[in-house]
């Protein structure tokens, strides 16, 4: 600005800014072009500031009305940049909404239905009876100490009943368990009859596999614990878990070993015209009570324990248990 301006030329020029304003704002097609036509046009060194720079020279009697012309400006400007705010922001959302629209009438995606593995439905059905009949589910870890796989189950190191159930030992002495009775010592280790459980889980046994045999299967044990208990009560149990399973037909409880409990039997049922072998019980041996500090003139206790792959193949009639470990579709679909 010179010494020279006239009050109508900076009124000329205020009014250009204006129109260029209005014309620049109008055409912004984002908020971040928005946000610098503002500082551009009316931060401290925008636009109106360097029009208003040259007040200082006017006549001290048309400095008002200058001032008056320069704020009108601004008020238009600022009006016109918050009407175009509110455009731009009303056509993110708009924008948004439709990029994250989810079209309801649209065909959806397909996927395959899953289905439960026999082995897992056989497990649910197994602890849904069990619990119902008052027992409370316990879980152990899969390795397990000598003590509590074997020993607490008066089964010490020279018993010949190790080699019924020879495993997989690690190099730090300890081993995969061969069955879910360790869950059980841990238990009655921690707390007081009555007890009533079930320890489901996967066990080990270093075993040929063949079409009824392998060296990993599932298990599933329960345990009573009370004073007074007998073996007339662990047969009630056994007959009204094994009806719920396969329905009314033929039981038979033979006369058998087992070292941790005593008397132990196994238990058959009869199943489309023969017998089968489906699990072994036994009221449990006073040594294995007095090895978790119980009085075994006190209480009395009964076991037994199934494998889950042998329910599974009798209810689904499956002639090799390798087919339940394949993951092969053509089987797995069947169910």
């Not at 720079?53 to 009305?65: A, E, I, Q, V």
């Not at 662990?234 to 396969?246: A, N, S």
Request: aromatic share 8%; net charge negative; hydrophobic share 40%.
């Amino acid at each position: 600005m010179t010494a020279a301006l006239q009050p109508t030329e900076l009124e000329t020029q205020l009014s250009t800014l204006q129109g260029e304003a209005q014309g620049a704002i109008a055409a912004a097609a984002t908020l971040e072009e928005l946000e610098k036509l503002r500082v551009g046009y009316l931060g401290k060194k925008g636009e109106v500031s360097k029009i208003l720079g040259g007040m200082g020279k006017l006549d001290p009697s048309d400095r008002p009305r200058i001032g008056s012309a320069a704020n009108d400006v601004k008020t238009a400007i600022q009006d016109a940049l918050e009407q175009k705010r509110t455009a731009l922001q009303a056509a993110q959302l708009q924008a948004q909404l439709e990029a994250e629209t989810l079209d309801v009438t649209m065909p959806g995606a397909y996927r395959p239905q899953g289905r439960m593995h026999p082995l897992n439905s056989t497990i649910d059905r197994i602890l849904d009876i069990l619990v119902g009949l008052g027992y409370t589910v316990a879980q152990g870890t899969e390795m397990e100490t000598d003590y509590y796989n074997f020993e607490a189950l008066n089964t010490p190191p020279d018993h010949p009943a190790r080699d019924m159930q020879d495993t997989f030992y690690l190099p730090d002495g300890n081993l995969l368990r061969t069955h879910t009775s360790a869950i059980q010592i841990r238990y009655m280790e921690n707390n007081e009859p009555p007890i009533r459980i079930i320890a489901p889980g996967r066990v080990y046994r270093r075993d040929t596999v063949d079409a009824t045999h392998s060296a990993v299967f599932h298990q599933i044990e329960l345990l009573a614990v009370d004073e007074g208990l007998t073996f007339t009560d662990l047969k009630g149990t056994v007959k009204e878990f094994l009806q719920e399973i396969f329905g009314d037909i033929p039981i038979r409880f033979r006369a058998s070993y087992f070292p941790f409990t005593e008397p132990s039997a196994e238990v058959d049922v009869q199943w489309k015209g023969k017998w089968l072998e489906v699990m072994g019980c036994g009221m449990v041996d006073p040594n294995v009570l007095k090895a978790v500090g119980l009085d075994s003139e006190t209480y009395t206790g009964f076991a037994a324990g199934l494998g889950v792959e042998r329910f599974a193949m009798v209810l689904h009639q499956i002639d090799d248990i390798r087919r339940l470990y394949t993951s092969d579709l053509r089987f797995l679909r069947q169910f």
